[in-house]
């Protein structure tokens, strides 16, 4: 089998080559299912299957794709993950009116589903997991709190200020703080 990097990957499915798809579906369906289960999915195994199988057929079928100038692979591939959860968990909440969230699945927990894992996916989650927590420590509660909220759980910003009980704009500014704060410390050495 001859290796591909994502990008050829990508662009082969964009001509709709379906051995590209198969491919990136090999390579990355353990993060994808993880992603998924950790945000929300731990106790419905296919409520991960579903998100896994929305998030490949959504990079099958959209027409923009990944950018390779806009960042890594990996990363925009979590985004598309992480909205398609996102989706799916305020369709639950809408239908069920609740939406449980297991903040206390570690990486240990998530390592029983699968006997293989491969350890460069490993060693990347582990890396960002320790960037974000140490990230996440120039932060105050309330920040941390609100990406939690908007960022994993799903929930608008109407919904958080009205929880909050705080205007729209205090929230959207205590956000943007925090994103700020966040990428000044996830940026590369070096990079401005």
């Known amino acids: 089998m001859q290796l591909y990097s994502d990008e050829q990957l990508m662009q082969q499915i964009k001509e709709k080559q379906s051995a590209a798809l198969r491919m990136l579906y090999e ?8 992603f998924a289960v950790k945000s929300g999915a731990g106790s419905d195994p ?18 923009k794709g990944y950018d390779s100038s806009k960042g890594q692979f990996v990363n925009w591939l979590i985004t ?3 909205n398609v ?4 968990l305020r369709k639950q909440r809408k239908q069920e009116c609740l939406v449980s969230f297991d903040h206390s699945s570690t990486e240990a927990e998530l390592a029983g589903f699968y ?3 491969v350890l460069q996916d490993a060693i990347s989650r582990m890396l960002l997991k320790q960037q974000l927590e140490a990230a996440y420590s120039f932060l105050t509660e309330s920040q941390v709190k609100l990406i939690r909220h ?6 608008t910003l109407n919904e958080i200020a009205e929880n ?3 205007p729209l704009g205090t929230v959207k500014s205590r956000l943007h703080q925090a994103l700020k704060t966040l990428r000044k410390q996830l940026k590369p050495d070096g990079e401005e």
């Open 150 to 155: 908007f960022y994993w759980e799903g929930y």
């Open 27 to 34: 390579r990355y369906v353990r993060l994808v299912y993880s």
């Open 115 to 117: 006997k293989q894992d």
């Open 164 to 166: 909050y009980g705080e």
């Open 85 to 88: 959860t996102i989706d799916q």
């Open 80 to 82: 598309v993950t992480r």
């Open 46 to 63: 296919q409520f991960a299957q579903d998100i896994v199988q929305m998030v490949f057929t959504r990079i099958w079928t959209t027409e």
